[in-house]
């Protein structure tokens, strides 16, 4: 596929924008002697990716990367799996986030469903994480324990994690909207010692008691010796059912001194979690260093946060952008979190929080951002968004019409920063650039650092054309190993079988003459019509544009004992039946978007489409069900946060004639 028209130009950043970026002052530093002399991003990328020791050496001494010990070789090779990067050095990721400690502004502003704005300084958080990493030790937690939370995005979990970190110990997460068989799949891989669980949560004016829950979780996990129990739901709450318990503020009221384990540059910090949509989630070991250097790299740089910055990313303790929101205490920002839904009481409530907050930059899914588009909301009319410089976007591609409701409704003077990576590396293979225009429908660039390309069916680069996203080169917060994975067979057959020794990472990418990215979907989920390769990203955006359908879904057999069979599946605004007019009025978008060809076999109205816990379409899942796989086989039901929609398709496969 290439591309056919000049997407529409839609901001480019000031001169002063650009000179007072942390890019620019990062630029200068290195043309005062410490690197190129380059003076644009394409030049400095080039660099940075034709020289990857020097640049993220540079980055070691431009961040100064505190360690008690030097490192003896920035890279071991540029092999993968197993480059070992700063070997001999020390570190310790909570040391880093507690250096740009101010009382000039809070470390992080926070507001629930039930709970108004507050702030916590960075004294108030310094004393918490000092008491937990102390209640910690008194357990027995030493470096490389395992600890682990079922908590939702709130202090608790910040403060749980710092205290984690200091001491070396390693960190997981689940959000408490997860049901405990898939948090069991996820914590028994890696044997904890320590248990954060709160009692309950409320999501969407609804309350949920999860202490039931924690119990099973408790009974499943033999290594478990402690759990620190957090009464968030009812402050009253009582650990009924539970074992081994501490009360949160009893936790908080045991005395310490805020200090930090140095441990190995690829020493474990935390471990993240594929989807797990067929098979046990795989178990993503992250190393302290990497992920220093990495989400350093990413706020710094690539997203320009600056120290005082109000810096929000709404998500749960379940997605990795989690864990770089927390990050942004290594840069000296403020972290703004919201615990509950973007959608209650009303689609405004982020807003609210955006000006409520004064917020810099403001961080969300492009789901959130589609679905916006079909309310009547007016953001940049009906609150103060003065303080607002940049909108970030991930979790799916963003089509362009999502840019152009983002500038017509919210601010024209507005960087928008989509980004693609994944849990995989924690952090971004594309991303922002505060010195490049933005493109409607267009990443900006590739991140510094990331030697991404476009790879054709022959496995060459090609620019202009869609083809496999492949990294060239180790990053340092790729995965250090998965856990229990002997011989790294997981890791090895997950990204590298296709391409030995090269990163595979399975999206469909085009990277076009100014260095722009577009991302077209996942590509084991293709459409391929007549020989004319899609993504679904590309369906996705002709079939939402219609104003009645709010969500969809397309699934293509391609040549399964004859031709092609490519049914779609739409949930439609509440009170509307899918008719002959609606499924003419569908076909026709699509069919002038695209082409006859994409034009699907049948639609199909659903209440909703299935989605992983993370909140990712089930394509694959649902394309090997309707082949006849069975549903145990296919997916986890355990994964996913609607496994009742699943019955639908196996009836729908059992009367397919294909």
Known sequence: MTETAQPALLWTPSQSF??????????????????????????????????????????????????????????????????????????????????HASTEHPALLFQSESEPLTAISWEDLARQVSAVAATLRGMGVVAGD???????????????????????????????????????????QIAPKVLFAIDGYQYGGKKFDRRSAVAEIQAALPSLEQTIFIPYLDRNAEPTGLRNVTLWETALATPGELSFTPVAFDHPLWVLYSSGTTGLPKPIVQSQGGILLQHLKELHLQLNVKPGDRFFWFSTT????????????????????????????????LWRLA????????????????????????????YNLSKLVGIGSTGSPLPPE????????????????????????????????PLLPVYS????????????????????????????????????????????????????????????????????IVINERGGVVIYGRSDSTINRQGIRMGTSEIYRAVEAVPEVLDSLVIDLEGLGGASYMPLFVVLRPGLELDADLTKKIKTAIRSALSPRHVPDEIFALPDIPRTLSGKKLEVPVKKILMGMPVERAA???SLKNPELLSIFVELAGKMQV
């Open 318 to 349: 379940g997605w990795m952008m989690w864990n770089l929101l927390i990050s942004t205490l290594l840069v000296g920002g403020t972290i703004v979190c919201y615990d509950g839904s973007p959608a209650y009481p009303d689609m405004s409530v």
């Open 441 to 508: 429908g267009e990443i900006q660039c590739r991140c510094l650092g990331v030697k991404a390309e476009a790879y054709d069916t022959d496995g060459n680069p090609v620019q202009g054309v869609m083809g496999e996203l492949v990294i060239e080169k180790p990053m340092p917060s790729m995965p250090i190993y998965f856990w229990n994975d002997p011989g790294n067979t997981r890791y090895r057959e997950s990204y590298f079988e296709l391409y030995p020794g090269k990163w595979r990472h399975g999206d469909w």
């Open 636 to 638: 986890n039901p355990d």
């Open 146 to 188: 395992r600890v682990v939370a079922y908590i939702g995005n709130t202090p608790h979990a910040l403060i749980a994690f710092l205290a984690t970190a200091s001491l070396g110990a390693v960190w997981s997460s689940c959000s408490p909207d997860f049901g405990s068989p898939s948090v069991i799949d996820r914590f028994t």
């Open 402 to 433: 999502g840019f152009d409701w983002l500038y017509d409704h919210v601010k024209r003077d507005l960087w928008l920063t989509s980004v693609s990576g994944g849990t995989d590396i924690c952090g971004c293979f594309v991303g922002g650039a």
């Open 355 to 382: 000006e409520a907050s004064e917020m810099s930059f403001f961080g969300t899914s492009a789901g959130y951002i589609t679905a916006l588009m079909k309310t009547e909301i007016e953001p940049g009319l009906d």
């Open 18 to 99: 650009q000179e007072t970026s942390n890019l620019r002052a990062y630029m200068n530093w290195l043309a005062a002697g410490r690197g190129p002399q380059v003076t644009n991003y394409a030049d400095l990328w080039q660099w940075s990716v034709d020289h990857v020791e020097d640049f993220w050496a540079s980055l070691w001494d431009y961040f100064a990367i505190e360690s008690p010990t030097s490192y003896t070789s920035v890279l071991s090779s540029h092999t993968m799996p197993g480059a070992r990067w700063f070997s001999g050095a020390q570190i310790n990721y909570a040391a880093h986030a507690f250096r």
